[in-house]
């Protein structure tokens, strides 16, 4: 922050200096990362919440789209532009120009720590961001998050049993038809579409991960 960097010494046209040279990169108004910024768009975002969070209260938790990020969840077409938190109130919310918070009911065992942040649960994250965007993007979520790969993959049933906590919220229906679509066999964006491709074409249902045995016919 700018404010670290001149209580340690450093002088406004130093600190210009170490951005024009590329030993600084701004993150946003005030807000720096040493050297340049990742040209990976996951790898940026989890920076943009690190810095937004210096300038939010420190009720709010990383949630939504953000959150998934963090988790290290596939994620398929879903903006991340900004970032997005959650904040226990009943009020309050307000999307601006980088940052989008969400005031809503967050008990204390839908938050966790990942690498220091505080964060949705992967059950609440899953919820959250399915009751928000369109159903292709949800089944693409909620796969990764039940993948076998995952050693900390959850339950379909506990994906149910997140949107089931508060079933009046906007967008339950359409989250709910998701998480049932969703199958943790899919391990990647392009199975977890291709699934949704055949459902639509009213093609029978594939089988995920089918292993084929060859025979070695070779004298």
Known sequence: MRSQLLA?????????????????????????????LPEDVLARHVLQVEAALHGLA???????????VVH???????????????RPRRNG??????VHVHTAPLDAAEIVVVGGLPVTSLARTVADLARSVPFEQAVVLADAAMSS???????????????ERAPRW??????????????????????????????????????????VHATDTAP
């Open 93 to 98: 919310g307000r999307c601006g120009a980088f």
């Open 149 to 163: 790969k995952r050693r900390d993959r959850i339950a379909q049933a506990d994906l149910v049993e997140a949107l």
């Open 72 to 86: 290290g969840l596939r994620i398929w077409a879903v903006p991340l532009d900004r970032v997005h938190v959650t």
């Open 8 to 36: 340690a010494g450093f002088t406004d046209d130093e600190v210009r200096r170490l951005v024009r040279e590329g030993r600084l990169s701004p993150l946003r108004r005030g807000i720096y990362v040493g050297g340049p």
């Open 170 to 211: 906007p967008g339950v229906p359409a989250a709910r038809r998701a998480i049932a679509f969703a199958d943790g066999l899919s391990q990647s964006v392009g199975e977890s579409r291709s699934r949704i491709a055949i459902a639509a074409a009213g093609l029978p249902r594939p089988v995920l991960q089918w292993e």
């Open 58 to 68: 420190t009720d709010a938790v990383v949630s939504h789209a953000s959150a998934a």
